[in-house]
């Protein structure tokens, strides 16, 4: 069985493969590497061979989570890392060590899936685009704050915005106007990482026409998806390119 692991800012996505089983084992999302660690040794029949990880995390943190995975599983572990090139794609970044490997790992799995021109949108702590052409070649992208980070930067920011969870999710089964403190915000910054969406649209149009795929993925990428009829929503790009940066035989 294969581990695999997707190290954002705020959570860790985690997946298991099973060589005779067609699609994820088991997968899940958890806050912390202690809570990893947890939900991995309670799962039942757990026999972990390999595990691959990409991680946008500190090298201090990252290789404790490894060292914290060795000793629990005895697997050794797979970090993705940067490349100026690889299965077509061309990094497009002045210093290619600085795009995050995130991104790097969905634009892999993007070029892969489109075998053309496309346009990866991953909504996650950040929200970030990236553009591939058709050779290949990174145009480069953006990165701007995450629904995470503008709802949090509202409430450490000023007095009176505060609200909790549930509250939050019931504000976006509409996007009208909100007549509440929760559907202003909540509203509001969902309108703006859509707008943020229809610019990046707009871009790729101006290069490409019509001819050109759309990504979404990132934990908040279904916040978009009915803005963009389009788009192909594929929650687990970053793993479909993690594979392909590390092929484990
Ligand atoms: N099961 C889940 N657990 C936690 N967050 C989730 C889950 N499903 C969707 N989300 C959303 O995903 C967002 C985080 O996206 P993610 O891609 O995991 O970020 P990052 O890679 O930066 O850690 C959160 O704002 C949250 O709204
Ligand atoms: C842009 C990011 C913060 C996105 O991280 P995420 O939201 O997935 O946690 C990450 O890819 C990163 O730290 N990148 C390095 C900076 C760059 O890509 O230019
Ligand atoms: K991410």
């Known amino acids: 069985m294969i581990l695999e692991l997707d190290c954002g800012n705020s959570f860790i996505k985690w997946r298991v493969l099973d060589v005779n089983k067609v699609g994820a084992s088991a997968e899940g999302v958890v806050g912390s590497d202690v809570a990893l660690i947890e939900t991995l040794e309670a799962l039942p029949g757990l026999l972990l061979t390999r595990c691959r ?104 920011h000023t007095r009176k915005i505060r609200y909790d969870d549930a509250a939050a999710e019931r504000a976006l089964e509409r996007l ?18 859509r707008g943020f969406v229809l610019t990046q649209l707009e871009l790729a149009r101006a290069y490409w026409g019509d001819d050109f795929t759309v990504f979404l993925t990132g934990g908040d990428a279904d916040l978009v998806w009915d803005a963009v009829p389009q788009a192909r929503l594929v929650p687990d790009l970053v793993f479909v390119g993690l594979a392909m940066a590390c092929p484990l035989s």
């Open 53 to 156: 990880m990409v991680s946008v995390r500190a090298p201090e943190e990252t290789n404790k989570l490894i060292a914290a995975l060795e000793e629990a599983f005895g697997v050794t572990v797979c970090c993705a890392v940067s490349s100026r090139e690889m299965a077509g794609v061309r990094n497009g970044y002045e210093d290619f060590e600085r795009l995050g490997l995130d991104r790097w790992l969905a634009m892999l799995g993007g070029f892969k899936l489109a075998a053309g021109p496309c346009l990866v949108l991953d909504f996650g702590t950040a929200a970030t685009a990236d553009f591939i052409a058709a050779d290949g070649e990174h145009l480069g992208g953006f990165i701007c704050p995450g629904m995470p980070l503008m709802r949090n930067q509202l409430r450490t």
């Open 176 to 193: 009208s106007p909100g007549r509440t403190t929760v559907e202003a915000v909540e509203r509001g910054c969902t309108l703006m990482i």
